[in-house]
Each structure stands twice: as C-alpha cells, then as structure tokens.
C-alpha cells in the first residue's frame, strides 16, 4: 500500500482534488481532502484504509464518522436536526411530566374539584 502521511504527524497536511479521484492500495493519515472528496465509499471498496485523522477521503470525517459533505447528494442548504441523548431525552420527558403534574394539581383536576 501507498502511505500517505503528513511530514506532522497528528497535524493535517492538505490535498487538492478537482475531481472524483480512482483510487486504490492507500494507507492514508493526518490528510484532509480539499475540493473534491477523494474516493467515495469505505476505504475497503478501494483495498484501502485510513489510519486516523482523514477528512474527505472516502466517506469519514475527523471523528472517523460519515461526512455529510461527501455523500451523493449533499447540498450546502441541509441543515442537521438537532437532537438530545438517551439521558437529556429522559431528563426531558420527566420534567414535561413535572410540569403537568403540577398543572394537573393545581387546576384541581385529580383532587375532584
């Protein structure tokens, strides 16, 4: 395999794709993709791997997630939709059942009123 590494390591260096690049045997490291994303898919569809800290190659960014940006499609006007955890939906759902409780309380409707 081809390694491609920065001269730094754990510091980016930076490649410049204009298109769609055909790709195959890389070991890629500490490289962001500017431009085009370099190869779409994972990194397996190209007998390939990336050995951390990649953006825009293949389809992961630095967390080693997908990158949005690079899949068929994208659009600069999508937004992501925010959303809370396992924990903060908890948290959520027991103080909306606080507040109706005391709602419920107040307005007399369980005490018969």
Not at 47 to 52: A, I, V
Not at 62 to 85: H, V
């Amino acid at each position: 395999m081809l390694k491609i590494r920065s001269t730094t390591p754990g510091t980016t260096s930076l490649l410049s794709a204009t298109s769609l690049q055909s790709i195959q045997f890389v070991d890629v490291a500490d490289n962001r993709a500017v431009g085009e994303v370099i190869a779409f898919g994972i990194p397996e569809n190209y007998q390939s791997k990336t050995s951390g800290n990649v953006y825009r190659w293949f389809q992961y960014n630095q967390a080693g997630g997908i990158d949005p940006t690079a899949l068929p499609g994208w659009s600069s006007s999508m937004r992501g939709i925010p959303s809370l955890s396992v924990v903060g939906t908890g948290v959520l759902v027991a103080l909306l059942a606080l507040v109706g409780s005391f709602y419920i309380r107040r307005r007399g409707v369980l005490s018969g009123n």
